[in-house]
Nanobody, 124 residues
Framework: QVQLVESGGASVQAGGSLRLSCVAS??????MAWFRQAPGKEREGVAA????????YYVDSVKGRFTISRDNAKNTLYLQMNSLKPEDSALYYC???????????????????WGQGTQVTVSS
């Protein structure tokens, strides 16, 4: 089972940018995703990417602002977040699975491996 470690979370002002990273040990050709969870809310799928990086998915609320990418040579997943809004504040998790149903990419049940999370706080 792959081990995932996120980094890059911080406190920023609205309109700012952050890049989250997730380093995977035991890396293989996993389907990977970023989820987020704000206090009192369900964990939400934010973006996902296929093993080769050619297919990506985004939740509507981040389309045009966030970009998911991966560098398989570095065993690293990224989430570039631009034009951040206070409603983007959450604990962001990296997740991985060996096989998914692509229409279910946003559902946490599809993923077997999870990181511990990195906090993103956006102030207005």
């Amino acid at each position: 089972q792959v081990q995932l470690v996120e980094s890059g979370g911080a406190s920023v002002q609205a309109g700012g940018s952050l890049r989250l990273s997730c380093v995977a040990s035991g890396y293989s050709r996993y389907y990977m995703a970023w989820f987020r969870q704000a206090p009192g809310k369900e964990r939400e799928g934010v973006a996902a990417i296929s093993p080769g990086g050619g297919t990506t998915y985004y939740v509507d609320s981040v389309k045009g602002r966030f970009t998911i990418s991966r560098d398989n040579a570095k065993n690293t997943l990224y989430l570039q977040m631009n034009s951040l809004k206070p409603e983007d504040s959450a604990l962001y998790y990296c997740a991985a699975c060996s096989l998914w149903v692509r229409t279910r990419w946003y559902q946490r049940e599809e993923y077997r491996s999870w990181g511990q999370g990195t906090q993103v706080t956006v102030s207005s």
